[in-house]
């Protein structure tokens, strides 16, 4: 990395803001991952990084490898739009695999029929 | 490349390391199979971030194409292991 001693001071402001903040989400959310208590509250965690870790990350790429080169780069938008299409796929599969395997189990948090479930007042229990 | 440049990096690289640490803390420890998933989940998406900032640190796009491959098998893995909870086998 020798050419690079010319670079605007903007955007290295812009790309060493877009990493740091980046990355610190990404370790907010995986220390929610470590400190949350049920299963289904530590899968909402790591989505902050899948969202705005990525999109920052990337973006802070972008910016340093445009302004690097004598063209705009833009080969980032796909680790972003391919993580955000990726990421609610993958989560809902897995919730509903913990949800099949609580129940099961009778285990957790998990109402049967009726009871706690959030589907209550949505859909009329056919026992009442 | 400036100074503050480099030190940023080198900072969202420690973050980038530790939230990898916790993903495998998750992902070793977890009380269930579907903690180890979720931890798997975040420790690829950790990987991924840290090879496109590694990227940024070398100045070289190579790393780019690592973590768009690490997205895709990760996705692929993930998305195995939750259907091997769901119903006990991957390709039925």
């Known amino acids: 990395m020798n050419g690079a001693q010319e670079l605007p001071v903007l955007s290295v402001i812009l ?35 899948t969202t705005l870790g990525t999109g920052c990350i990337a973006a802070a790429s972008m910016i340093y490898f445009s302004t690097l080169g004598t063209w705009p780069v833009l080969h980032e938008v796909l680790v972003i739009g391919f993580v955000t299409v990726t990421t609610p796929v993958t989560l809902t599969i897995l919730v509903r695999a913990a949800l099949l395997r609580d129940r099961f189990e009778n285990a957790g948090d998990v109402a049967q029929n009726g009871g706690r479930s959030s589907l209550k007042g949505i859909r009329p229990n056919p026992s009442e | 490349m400036s100074t503050a440049l480099v030190w940023s990096i080198d900072a969202a690289l420690v973050l980038l390391g530790l939230a990898m640490a916790c993903g495998a803390f998750r992902m070793l420890w977890g009380p269930r ?29 190579l790393y780019f194409e690592a973590a768009l491959m690490i997205a895709l098998l990760g996705f692929v893995g993930t998305v195995a292991f939750a259907k091997f909870l769901l119903r006990g086998e991957v390709i039925e």
Do not use: C, K, N, W
């Not at chain 1, 980046?22 to 208590?37: S, V």
């Not at chain 2, 579907?34 to 070289?60: C, E, K, N, P």
């Open chain 1, 15 to 49: 790309t060493a803001v877009l990493l740091i903040g980046g990355a610190a989400i990404t370790l907010f959310g995986a220390l929610g991952l470590l400190r949350l208590r049920t299963f289904y509250e530590r899968a909402h965690a790591p989505t902050l990084g």
């Open chain 2, 33 to 61: 199979a579907q903690d180890r998933i979720v931890g798997f989940d975040s420790l690829y998406v950790s990987a991924m971030l840290l090879l496109l900032t590694f990227g940024i640190r070398t100045g070289s796009m």
